[in-house]
């Protein structure tokens, strides 16, 4: 889990949430990591990003579908042409439920993977992604968990070009990653042995936070709720937690 420069087609370049209640959800994030909210116009359909010490972290869009589709978050992958995304995507097994040009900021492609999963890709315009990553308040991984693993990484490999390293292959944990060790952009997690039969396959959006605990505890005050117990693990503490629309994402406090 390391800092990375947000140039290579199909690295994750920026993430967004899509909220029931963005006034809600951006009270709930700006007390929890520090973020300013910043309106992006009446013509971007009140989209708001974002901003921890004047750097865009993250984007968020109105869930206007009234409960059909719940609040998540949306980890988008570098690409470089948003018409040759969205072809490659429905060939490799992927439904293209958005490509969207949105005015000069760039070009927006969302589809829901072979496993299920929504998934984002960008075409650059002046939007470029995220200004920082592994800092207290940002994200520090993008990690897909699946129901359906081998169609999830072939679909990753031929939509986006991902050149995958496994970390683990048995039956008990296994994941690969979008490069190598300490070089790995974002994971892929089979999430066979843990997903219920009533979850889906989805993105996980983690943030680095200075102290697990406290983050939680911080998170529960102000209306979320921590769906895991804290755990320590090779590359961090960790935890899921819900925000008080229910989109889940992970705390983790870094190892430096």
Same mark, same amino acid.
């Given at each position: 889990m ?11 370049v ?26 992006g ?5 009140g989209?708001?990003?974002?901003f ?5 972290i993250a ?17 988008y ?5 948003a018409d ?19 005015h ?23 939007? @470029? *992604?995220?200004? $920082?990553?592994q800092?207290? =308040? ?9 129901? #359906?693993?081998? &169609?999830?990484?072939?679909?990753y ?20 990653? @979008? *490069?190598?060790? $300490?070089?790995?952009?974002? =994971? ?9 039969? #009533?979850?889906? &396959?989805q993105?996980l ?11 939680a ?16 693990t ?11 629309l ?5 705390l983790?406090?870094v190892q430096?």
């Amino acid at each position: 889990m390391s800092t990375f420069i947000q140039t290579t087609t199909g690295e994750p370049v920026w993430i967004d949430l899509f909220s029931s209640d963005p006034l809600v959800a951006g009270e709930f994030y700006s007390q929890l990591f520090g973020w300013t909210p910043r309106e992006g116009g009446s013509e971007l359909g009140g989209y708001i990003n974002f901003f921890l010490d004047d750097k865009q972290i993250a984007g968020m869009m109105p869930n206007n579908t009234n409960g059909v589709i719940p609040d998540f978050w949306t980890v988008y992958l570098n690409i470089d042409n948003a018409d040759a995304a969205a072809h490659i995507i429905a060939e490799t097994g992927g439904l293209v439920q958005i490509n969207h040009r949105v005015h000069d900021l760039g070009t927006m492609v969302v589809a829901t993977d072979p496993s299920g999963a929504t998934v984002g890709g960008w075409q650059a315009g002046t939007h @470029l *992604g995220f200004d $920082e990553v592994q800092a207290p =308040g940002t994200p520090a991984w993008f990690e897909l968990q699946t129901k #359906d693993y081998p &169609s999830a990484v072939s679909f990753y490999q031929e939509a986006f070009g991902w050149n995958t390293s496994v970390m683990s292959d048995n039956d008990d944990f296994r994941y690969c990653t @979008l *490069g190598v060790r $300490e070089n790995a952009k974002a =994971g892929i997690m089979d999430g066979q042995q843990f997903l219920l039969d #009533d979850d889906s &396959s989805q993105w996980l959006v983690y943030f680095s936070v200075a102290n697990t605990d406290a983050s939680a505890a911080r998170a529960v005050e102000l209306g979320g709720t921590i769906v895991d117990r804290i755990r320590d693990t090779p590359f961090g503490r960790m935890v899921t937690v819900l925000d008080p629309l229910g989109a889940a994402f992970k705390l983790i406090q870094v190892q430096r």
